[in-house]
């Protein structure tokens, strides 16, 4: 079972208060925004440092941890 990135769910939240503004400033779908949260797409190296640049989050590995 796949399980939620509560980190960056938080990070979303805190910042743009809904996926779906987050979604909107990254201009990507929703789903995609959900499939990642939910631990079903997995993002490459370049998407993850765009998403924690827009997120104003420093430390990429809090975001998106390795394992």
């Not at 959900?34 to 997995?42: E, P």
Request: glycine residues 6%; charged residues 25%.
């Amino acid at each position: 079972m796949k399980s939620i990135n509560r980190e960056l769910r938080a990070a979303i939240v805190l910042k743009f208060g809904t996926q779906y503004n987050f979604s909107a400033a990254l201009g990507v779908p929703n789903n995609m925004v959900s499939l990642v949260v939910c631990g079903n797409k997995v993002l490459n190296d370049e998407q993850k440092r765009h998403w924690a640049r827009v997120l104003n989050v420093k430390d990429i590995e809090r975001l998106f941890p390795k394992g």
